[in-house]
């Protein structure tokens, strides 16, 4: 995090830069400020002293935007600590071809990404959507999380456990909460469950 703190700082150096040598360059028209033509009965040495000041203050304005730019665009750091976490699952569009199956609905729990383990507790149903459907609270055992390649820009991905699902972390608010989602591969109909963790 600090690394990229330190390129941030450094393009927002050259940036500083070029923008007051180009504001040096470009000349005021203070026609367009004023609705009058400024009268020149001041010293040639005042004048220019002036525009160039005012040059600089539209230059640190754009700098103090391009500023911002640069702290939103840092790569957030690898998740770490522990998190406390609510996830659900969207069974829309899916119902009749999850019909008498059992699955977790929901959940809740903790990610330690500093111990690399996922504890908690859920709801299980049973026999989905059947007329002898049942809904048990259950907690699972400690899974260990398996750092895996991201699959996309500011994400970070684990295997959980050894039967082929993976978590998907997206840190935000200055890595104090995180995006979550579980999937379970292509060869099983369960849906995927999305929630957050905040940081403990």
Same mark, same amino acid.
Request: aromatic letters at 10%.
């Given at each position: ?47 220019r ?6 040059? !600089? ?6 700098? &103090?935007?391009? %500023?911002?730019?640069?702290? *939103?665009? /840092?790569? $957030? ?33 903790? !990610? ?6 996922? &504890?908690?507790? %859920?709801?299980?149903?049973? *026999?989905? /959507?059947? $007329? ?8 699972f ?15 970070y991905?684990?295997?959980l ?40």
């Open positions: 995090m600090q690394a990229a703190e330190n390129q941030g700082m450094g393009v927002r150096w050259e940036l500083m830069i070029s923008i007051l040598l180009l504001a040096h360059r470009i000349p005021i028209n203070t026609e367009i400020f004023t609705g009058s033509k400024l009268k020149m009965n001041l010293p040639m040495k005042t004048q002293s002036s525009c160039f000041q005012f040059k !600089i203050m539209v230059a640190l304005l754009v700098l &103090d935007w391009f %500023g911002i730019s640069i702290a *939103n665009a /840092q790569t $957030s750091a690898a998740p770490t600590g522990s998190c406390g976490f609510v996830m659900n699952k969207n069974f829309g569009g899916l119902g009749n071809s999850n019909v008498g199956y059992d699955y977790m609905q929901n959940y809740i729990g903790i !990610i330690d990404f500093d111990k690399k383990t996922f &504890d908690g507790a %859920g709801n299980h149903v049973y *026999n989905y /959507q059947k $007329s002898t459907t049942t809904v048990e609270y259950e907690t055992p400690t899974t260990l999380l398996t750092p895996d390649k991201s699959n996309f820009q500011g994400s991905r684990y295997k456990g050894s039967d082929g699902t993976m978590l998907t972390v997206v840190p935000v608010n200055n890595n104090n909460t995180f995006m979550i989602m579980l999937d379970y591969g292509k060869s099983n109909g369960e849906p995927s469950a999305t929630g957050a963790c905040q940081k403990r």
